[in-house]
C-alpha cells in the first residue's frame, strides 16, 4: 500500500477524469490477476497422460506400422486414434467449460457498483474501475473495494474474517487501513484508495497460487494401477502369439529359408500381436470415464455445486474427512432471535403498557440497521444483530418503519465493545422515555429490582447472543434515569441449517468424519457442533494451542479433534496437512482469502460461491453455490455414484477383453480361423463399448451409496464382486465360443453365416449382460426409473449391429440373416440374464460369512 502521507497530493475532494486516467496507468487497475493458468494448448495434451491412453497411444503407432508394412488399409488404426481424440477432447471441453462459468462469477463481482467522489461530486463506478488516489464512500452492507485508509469514520465496524478468520466485526477510526475485500458491517466511513488489483492484500495472496499439479486424485490412482495391470496382460498375451507363431512357423512346420520369409514370419507374428493389444486395451474406459465425469459434472453443478477440475467429481466421493466451516456452511449466516421472555412481539398504538409492548419499541427504535427488500428475503443493512430484532418484529406482522415514525429519535448513543450497550431518547407527546439495549448484565446494573439472570445463562450456553432491554421516563432536562425498568431478553444466533443435522449423521453412516474449523469462541464452537452432531466424545481445542504442538503431536491428535475453535486460516492448512500424512481424503470448506492455501493443498477444495472471496474461489475445486454443508453430502453421493458407473462399465469391457482376446488367441492354436476381423473387434471395442459407456454411465445414484465407508485410496479399483462377474461371465463366453467354433451353429451350411451369426451373437450377449452390469455388488436398480437411457442405448446396439450384418457386408466381412436367425440369436443369448442372480446369491454368501 502506498503510504498515507504520499496520497496526500491526490486531496480529498475526489479525482478529476485526467487524474484518474493518471493513476490508472501509473498503479494499474482494480483487477486481479488470475492464478498463473497453464497455456491451453498444454491442458489439452496433458489429456494424453492417461496411463490408458498411453498404451493405446502405443497400440496406434504399432498398428500403423504394421499396416504400412503389410500394405493393408488404416482404418484399425484410424478407429482406435478416434476413440483416443475423442475422450480426450470431452475431457478438455468439458473443464474449459466449467472454468469459463467460474469466470462469469468473477466478472459479476467485478461490474459491483461502487460510489465515489469524482470531479468534486458524488458517482458510481464498477468496481474494476477504482483507482489508486479515489475516495470511496462506504456504509454498512458494502463491500471494501481496494486496500486504502480511513478518512472519516462514524461507528465503523468492518468485518475481516477473509483475512483473519475472526468472526467478529473489527470497529476501525480514521486513518486505520481497510482490505479489500472485507465488509462493513455497521455505520459509515470514507476511505482514500491506497493499493488497487494485484497490489492489495488480497491481490498478493493471489499472486502465490499457481495453478499446478494437484495431490493425485484416487481413480488416477486406481486407474494407474488398472492400466499397469492391463498393459502386463495385453503384453503377455503378445508375447505369447509371437511365441506361438514362431514356434510354429520356425520348428513345428516347414521353417523360412530366405530372409524375405523370415522378415515376412516375424511381421505376421507383430501383426497377431498388434491385434492382441488392441483387443486387450479396454478403448473405452478413457471415454466411459470422461463421459461419466462430464454427466455427474453437469447434474453437480444443478445440485448447486458448481466443478471446477473434472476429477473432482469423483475426488469428492472418496473423501475420508470433511473440514467444515460453521458460518454459512453449518449455519444460515443469518441472525434471527430464537429465544425470548416474551411470546411475541406486540404494540398498541399507544403507550406500551407491558413488557412484551417496551420491548418491541426498543427492538424498533432503538436500532441503526435497516432491512432491504430483495426477491423473497429481507437484506441486512447494518449491524446484524439488530436486524435479527427487526426481521423478528416483521415475521409478527409488525412494521419498524412505521414504529420508528410515531416515535421520533431526540438522540442516539450508540453501542460500543467498551460500553456493551446502546441507548435512544425517544419523545411521546410532552413526555420523553430512553430505550437501553445491551449485555444483560450491564443492563440489569441500571435496573431496580435486580432481574434473574439465571435463564440468560442457559441461553448463553446454548451458543446465544443475549440482549436486555429496559427503559425509564426521563425528567425534565435529565440525559440518563437514575434507575431504569427490567423488561426482558432476546437470545439471538445465526440459527443451523434445518438438513445439517441430518447431512452429517448421513456422511457418518458413510463412514466420513466431520471436522468444524471456525473462529468463534470454544463455547458457542462446542454448542453448534454438539447440535449438529459433528460432537460426540471427541477433542474441541483452540487455534492457538494447536499450532503450538509439534508435527508428530498434531499427527497423532487429529484423529480424535472434533472441533477447532479460535483458528485462523494456516491453522486449518496444518490440519488437512496432518490428516493427509495419515492418508486421509480431505475435503475443505472456504471462503476467506486466507482459507486459499488449504484449499489448493486438500485432496477437495469447496469454497463458497456467495461468500467466498475470488481467491478462496480460484484455489478451489468446487464452488458450492448455496454454501451449504448438505450440498457437500450431495456432491459425496453423486461422486460415489459416478466411482460406481465407472465400474460397471470396467465389468463391461473387461467381459468383452479378456474373452474376446482369449478367442481371438486359441482359436488358430485349435486350428479355427480368427473370430472376428479387424473391423469388428473396432466395432466391439470401440464403438459399441463408448455407447455402452453412455448407458452405464447415466446411472442415477442409490441411497445404498451412503450407507458404506469410504473405497481406500490404493484400494483396488476392481473389487472381489467385479472378479468374480468378470471372470464368471468372460469363462462362459470362452467356453461358448470355443463350442460353437467347433461344432457350428444348426441349420447353417456355408461358413460367412457361421461367422456372421457368431460375430452377431457375441454382441448381443453383451447387450444381455449391460443389464447385469447395472447390479453392481448385488444390488440392482429400479428396470426403468434408474436409468431409462440405459435401453435406448442398448437398443440402438442392437439395430446397428444388426444393420452392420444386413448391410456392412464389404467393410465389415457379414452376410445377411433372415428374421428367424436373429430371433434365435437374441434368444439363444437371453440365458447371460441369469449370471446375475447366481453373483448375487455368491455375494450375499461371502458378505455373510
Known amino acids: 500500500m502506498i503510504p498515507q502521507e504520499e496520497l496526500r497530493r491526490f486531496g480529498t475532494d475526489g479525482l478529476s477524469s485526467e487524474t484518474v486516467l493518471e493513476s490508472r496507468k501509473q498503479y494499474g487497475t482494480n483487477e486481479l490477476t488470475p492464478p498463473r493458468r497453464i497455456p491451453i494448448w498444454k491442458q489439452y495434451l496433458e489429456k494424453y497422460q492417461d496411463p490408458i491412453i498411453r498404451i493405446l497411444l502405443v497400440a496406434v503407432v504399432l498398428s500403423a506400422i504394421v499396416a504400412v508394412l503389410e500394405g493393408e488399409s488404416l482404418l484399425d488404426t484410424i478407429g482406435i486414434a478416434l476413440a483416443v481424440i475423442l475422450a480426450t477432447t470431452i475431457a478438455f471441453l468439458t473443464e474449459f467449460k466449467s472454468n469459463r462459468e467460474f469466470d462469469a462469477l468473477h466478472a459479476m463481482r467485478d461490474d459491483t457498483a461502487v460510489k465515489v467522489i469524482r470531479n468534486g461530486s458524488p458517482s458510481s463506478i464498477p468496481m474494476r474501475d477504482v483507482v489508486v488516489g479515489d475516495i470511496v464512500l462506504l456504509e454498512a452492507g458494502d463491500m471494501v473495494p481496494a486496500d486504502g485508509y480511513l478518512l472519516d469514520a462514524s461507528e465503523t465496524e468492518v468485518d475481516e474474517s477473509a483475512f483473519t478468520g475472526e468472526s467478529e466485526p473489527i470497529r476501525k477510526v480514521v486513518s486505520d487501513t481497510l482490505l479489500k475485500g472485507s465488509y462493513i458491517t455497521g455505520g459509515r466511513a470514507t476511505m482514500i484508495t491506497a493499493a488497487v488489483g494485484d497490489q492489495t492484500k488480497m491481490g498478493e ?110 475426488t469428492v466421493g472418496s473423501v475420508t474427512v470433511i473440514c467444515t466451516d460453521k458460518t454459512g456452511t453449518l449455519t444460515m449466516n443469518q441472525m434471527e432471535v430464537a429465544a425470548s421472555s416474551i411470546e411475541v412481539p406486540s404494540l398498541s398504538s399507544e403507550l406500551p403498557q407491558d413488557p412484551s409492548e417496551w420491548i418491541t419499541l ?99 450456553g446454548r451458543a446465544m447472543r443475549t440482549l436486555a432491554f429496559a427503559h425509564a421516563e426521563l425528567a425534565p432536562e435529565e440525559s440518563e434515569p437514575a434507575v431504569m425498568q427490567w423488561d426482558g431478553y432476546v437470545g439471538i444466533r445465526d440459527e443451523v441449517r434445518p438438513d445439517v443435522r441430518e447431512a452429517v449423521k448421513t456422511c457418518n453412516d458413510a463412514g466420513i468424519t466431520v471436522k468444524m474449523v471456525t473462529g468463534d469462541s470454544p463455547e458457542t464452537a462446542t454448542a453448534i457442533a454438539r447440535e449438529t452432531g459433528i460432537l460426540s466424545d471427541g477433542i474441541v481445542m483452540t487455534g492457538p494451542v494447536f499450532r503450538g504442538l509439534s508435527d508428530e503431536e498434531r499427527l497423532h491428535i487429529v484423529p480424535d479433534l472434533e472441533v477447532l475453535a479460535r483458528s485462523e486460516p494456516h491453522d486449518k492448512l496444518l490440519l488437512v496437512q496432518a490428516l493427509q500424512a495419515r492418508g486421509e481424503v480431505v475435503a475443505v470448506t472456504g471462503d476467506g ?88 473387434l473396432l466395432w466391439i471395442n470401440i464403438i459399441m463399448d463408448s455407447l455402452a459407456a453412455l448407458a452405464l454411465c447415466s446411472e442415477a445414484p442409490h441411497p445404498a451409496l451412503m450407507t458404506k465407508k469410504p473405497i481406500p485410496k490404493n484400494a483396488s479399483v476392481i473389487t472381489p464382486y467385479m472378479k468374480r462377474a468378470i471372470l464368471l461371465t468372460a469363462g462362459l463366453y470362452i467356453l461358448a465360443g470355443v463350442g460353437c467354433m467347433a461344432i457350428g451353429f444348426p441349420f447353417l451350411e456355408k461358413p460367412e453365416q457361421q461367422a456372421s451369426v457368431f460375430f452377431s451373437g457375441f454382441v448381443i450377449a453383451q447387450v444381455w449382460n449391460g ?54 440369436i437374441i434368444i439363444g443369448t437371453m440365458p447371460v440374464l441369469l449370471i446375475w442372480p447366481f453373483l448375487r446369491y455368491i455375494h450375499t454368501k461371502s458378505e455373510n460369512v
Not at 448484565?441 to 439472570?453: G, M
Request: contains cysteine; proline residues 7%.
Open 205 to 314: 495472496i493471489a499472486s502465490s497460487l499457481i495453478e499446478g499439479s494437484r495431490p493425485e486424485t484416487p481413480l488416477q490412482i486406481k486407474l494407474r494401477n488398472l492400466a499397469e495391470i492391463i498393459s502386463r496382460f495385453g503384453y503377455l498375451m503378445a508375447g505369447l502369439i509371437i511365441s506361438v507363431v514362431l514356434i510354429q512357423d520356425f520348428i513345428i512346420g516347414t521353417p523360412p529359408q530366405t530372409p524375405l520369409e523370415i522378415a515376412g514370419v516375424i511381421l505376421h507374428a507383430c501383426m497377431f500381436a498388434v491385434v492382441i493389444i488392441v483387443v486387450s486395451v479396454p478403448e473405452g474406459l478413457p471415454v466411459s470415464v470422461t463421459v461419466s465425469l462430464a454427466l455427474t459434472m453437469r447434474k453437480m453443478t444443478r445440485a448447486k455445486s458448481l466443478v471446477r477440475r473434472l476429477i473432482a467429481c469423483e
Open 362 to 460: 426498543n427492538a424498533a427504535v432503538n436500532s441503526t440497521a435497516e432491512l432491504e427488500p430483495s426477491r423473497d428475503r429481507l437484506l441486512t443493512v447494518g449491524n446484524s444483530t439488530e436486524a435479527a430484532l427487526l426481521r423478528w418484529l416483521h415475521r409478527s406482522g409488525i412494521s419498524y418503519s412505521d414504529i420508528r415514525k410515531a416515535w421520533p429519535v431526540i438522540s442516539q448513543d450508540y453501542f460500543t465493545s467498551k460500553k456493551k450497550r446502546m441507548s435512544t431518547i425517544v419523545a411521546y407527546g410532552s413526555r420523553r422515555y430512553i430505550l437501553m439495549k445491551g449485555a444483560p448484565e450491564i443492563i440489569a446494573s441500571y435496573c431496580s429490582p435486580p432481574p434473574d439472570l439465571s435463564m440468560i445463562h442457559t441461553l448463553a
Open 593 to 680: 482469502t486466507n482459507d486459499a492455501p488449504a484449499l489448493r493443498n486438500a485432496d477437495v477444495g469447496l469454497a463458497m460461491g456467495i461468500a467466498g472471496t475470488e481467491v478462496a474461489r480460484e484455489a478451489s475445486d468446487i464452488i458450492l453455490l448455496d454454501d451449504s454443508f448438505p450440498t457437500i453430502e450431495r456432491a459425496i453421493w453423486w461422486g460415489r455414484a459416478l466411482f460406481e458407473n465407472i465400474q460397471r462399465f470396467l465389468i463391461f469391457q473387461l467381459t468383452i477383453n479378456i474373452s474376446a482376446s482369449i478367442l481371438t488367441f486359441i482359436s488358430p492354436l485349435l486350428g479355427f480361423p480368427p473370430p472376428f476381423t479387424i473391423m469388428q
Open 771 to 824: 443389464i447385469n452390469c447395472r447390479g453392481i455388488n448385488g444390488i440392482m436398480p429400479p428396470v426403468f426409473r434408474g436409468n431409462p437411457v440405459f435401453y435406448g442405448i442398448m437398443g440402438c446396439i442392437v439395430l446397428v449391429q444388426i444393420l452392420i450384418v444386413q448391410y456392412g457386408s464389404d467393410i465389415f466381412d457379414t452376410v445377411p440373416l433372415t428374421p428367424l436367425q436373429w430371433m434365435g
